[in-house]
C-alpha cells in the first residue's frame, strides 16, 4: 500500500513562512505528478501547486510569487515553502500524488490526511 504524510503545518503569524513536507512511502514503483491542495472551512479544496517528475511546475494564482514547490525524487518527498503568508492561506493543506505501485501495474492517485496552516496574528 501507499501513504503520503505532509508535515510542517503549524500557527505562523501574517507575513511569516512555513515549509510543508509530504513523504510517499509503501510499494512505491514511481510517482508522476504531485500537487498540494488546500481546503479552508467551509470551502471547496483548491489546487494550489503542481510539479512533474522532471521538475516542471505551476501555481494558482494565490501562490504565484510567494510559494515554492519542489521534490527529491530521490526520497519520494515533495515540498511547499510558503512565504509572506496571510491570514486568507488559513486551510488544511493536502499532499496528492500520481503513484503506481509494484503490485498493480497501473497509475493510481493518493491523498494525505492533510497538515493545518493557521496564518493569524
Known amino acids: 500500500q501507499v501513504q503520503l504524510v505532509e508535515s510542517g503545518g503549524g500557527l505562523v503569524r501574517p507575513g511569516g513562512s512555513l515549509r510543508l513536507s509530504c513523504a510517499a512511502s509503501?510499494?512505491?514503483?514511481?510517482?508522476?505528478?504531485m500537487n498540494w491542495y488546500r481546503q479552508a472551512p467551509g470551502k471547496e479544496r483548491e489546487l494550489v501547486a503542481v510539479i512533474t517528475y522532471e521538475g516542471t511546475t505551476d501555481y494558482a494564482d494565490v501562490a504565484q510569487g510567494r510559494f515554492t514547490i519542489s521534490r527529491d525524487n530521490a526520497k519520494n518527498t515533495m515540498y511547499l515553502q510558503m512565504n509572506n503568508l496571510k491570514p486568507e492561506d488559513t486551510a488544511a493543506y493536502y499532499c496528492h500524488a500520481e503513484i503506481r505501485t509494484t503490485i498493480a501495474p497501473r497509475w493510481a492517485y493518493y491523498w494525505g490526511q492533510g497538515t493545518q496552516v493557521t496564518v493569524s496574528s
Open positions: 509503501g510499494t512505491i514503483f514511481g510517482i508522476n505528478t
